[in-house]
């Protein structure tokens, strides 16, 4: 039995820091929960609205700004194209009047402190990340259900299929990287192609490479937006932002006024060794310091592991002649599909797998798309997000503070990397020789994921979380 269809859209979707899981996740299910009460007809007769986050959601939902994104969703606001810039003053107006306008429509009474329950003791089966959400009526009757962000931006609403999208007959069904390679060894297609295929099922070719091209314009406006904000991070941490004179230190004083004469500048940089590590680690820093700071970002695929792909991508483009809307897509369409087989095989979750099941999986996303427009055959490909996930197994989440902060921007430089490593021995590489396939590494993580100690799947309860001394402010 076919697992869940996965789109290049369903695996990079636009949306607002500081993660997909903790932010964007139940800021979809609180939208999801206001068209609930509509479709039963109940929004008129609400009166009063709780929200229970239960697990991880509880234990560093504030430090992720769960609470922010909830109110926002139920406020009617979409993460797509709410101004970032109006986030403070809009939670403001909700915390201070004690007013929250359901859908934009209804207006409820709403007190931060006695109906947002971090529940901190409490989890639920299927996944740490839960939240339920009650809605009492005028008539004496109330509305009830319960949601669980898997990941992603993934959300699941208790009782019902993972996916909202209709099945769909796909030309190649694919579950697993084995699935994958068959269909391209029977039809001579690259990976991209295959995708390219499938995701006519559900729209227009033109529909979908506008789609990724918007994709790809808003990883772009993130970096080149984090390569010129100074500043500190919020939440307490105090965390300085390191893009802004890093960008400036490796210009060294070339000029240029948009994006396309930043790209220009950068390649006048040179290609030696050190200055190409020190742009791919400026890229990736400045993707996830605006992740961080509540920036409009692209899960990639979540938002924790933002930077890497869009760090890769331009390492690509800039050092490699990759400045081609043709290679971009294709870049994106083969890491779109690597992650839906992570996703589908294993989890995206930090809550149930750690970071490998975040950095690890961008990585090997990464990997695997720079292989193809470099020129790799499928099974290089392949091999690549396997040496990729490989090194990244294991890799735990300890957020100090349940901020997406420390470790977590650090890492993604390590993941860009570790990507563009992993492309280079894959390319030099037998693959028929390979001892371990993508598929066994998948099925490796998703073991390991399940024996990690839960202290260290984004709870803040263990590793770095618990051993570097902070005091931060009271939320």
């Known amino acids: 039995m076919q697992r869940e269809q996965i789109s290049v859209f369903d695996m990079f979707k636009i949306g607002i820091g500081p993660s997909s899981s903790h932010t964007l996740g139940p800021w979809r299910a609180a939208q999801q929960f206001v068209a609930l009460l509509a479709e039963q007809e109940a ?61 934009g429509t209804k207006e409820v009474s709403f007190h931060f402190d006695d109906d947002m329950l971090f529940l901190f003791t409490e989890s639920l089966p299927f996944h740490p990340n839960a939240v339920t959400f009650q809605a009492f009526l005028s008539n004496g009757k109330a509305v009830s259900a319960t949601f669980y962000s898997i990941g992603g931006g993934f959300v699941v609403k208790e009782g ?13 069904p694919i579950d697993t990287a084995g699935d994958l390679l068959h269909w391209c060894l029977k039809t001579g297609l690259k990976i991209s192609e295959v995708v390219a295929e499938n995701e006519l099922a559900w729209r227009s070719e033109t529909d979908t490479r506008n789609g990724t091209l918007q994709i790809f314009k808003v990883m772009t406006e993130c970096m080149y937006r984090g390569c010129h904000t100074t500043g500190s991070l919020p939440g307490g941490l105090n965390v300085a932002r ?54 409009r970002v692209v899960t990639a695929p979540t938002n924790g592991a933002a930077g890497v792909i869009p760090a890769v991508l331009l390492y690509f483009i800039c050092f490699c002649d990759g400045f081609n809307e043709e290679r971009i897509i294709q870049f994106m369409f083969t890491a779109s599909e690597v992650g839906s087989i992570f996703k589908k ?21 990464a990997a695997a798309a720079l ?23 294991g890799l735990t ?67 770095l979380a618990i051993n570097i001394p902070i005091s931060l402010p009271e939320c």
């Not at 299929?161 to 030309?171: I, R």
């Not at 095989?345 to 996303?365: K, L």
């Not at 470099?374 to 996930?389: T, Y």
């Open 43 to 103: 929004l008129p007769l609400v009166v009063e609205v709780k929200v229970l986050l239960y697990g991880s959601l509880a234990k560093t939902g504030k430090g992720h700004g769960t609470d922010i994104a909830i109110l926002l969703g139920l406020s009617g606001d979409d993460p797509v194209t709410f101004e970032v810039d109006k986030i403070n003053s809009k939670i403001a107006e909700i915390t201070t009047g004690h007013k929250l306008m359901l859908s």
């Open 160 to 172: 019902a299929n993972a996916s909202h999208k209709a099945e769909v007959d796909l030309p190649f």
């Open 242 to 295: 390191r893009a802004f004179a890093l960008n400036k230190r490796l210009l060294a004083g070339r000029s240029y006024s948009n994006y396309t004469e930043w790209v220009a500048a950068i390649r006048e940089t040179g290609n030696s060794f050190q200055n190409i590590l020190d742009w791919v680690s400026c890229f990736a820093l400045a993707v996830n310091e605006e992740n961080a700071s509540f920036g």
């Open 345 to 365: 095989g294993a989890t995206i979750s930090a809550a149930m797998g750690g970071c490998q099941a975040e950095i690890g999986v961008s990585s090997a996303m």
């Open 371 to 393: 292989t193809e427009v470099l020129g790799g055959s499928q099974r290089q490909v392949l091999m690549a997000a396997e040496i990729a996930m490989e090194h990244h197994l």
């Open 397 to 463: 989440c300890d957020p100090i503070g349940g901020l997406v902060q420390v470790p977590c921007i650090e890492r993604n430089t390590m993941g860009a990397i570790k990507a563009i490593t992993a492309t280079q021995l894959a390319l030099q590489s037998n693959p028929d020789k390979a001892k371990v396939s993508l598929d066994a590494v998948v099925r490796t993580m998703w073991q390991t994921a399940l024996d990690m100690n839960s202290k260290y799947k984004e709870t803040s309860d263990g590793g």
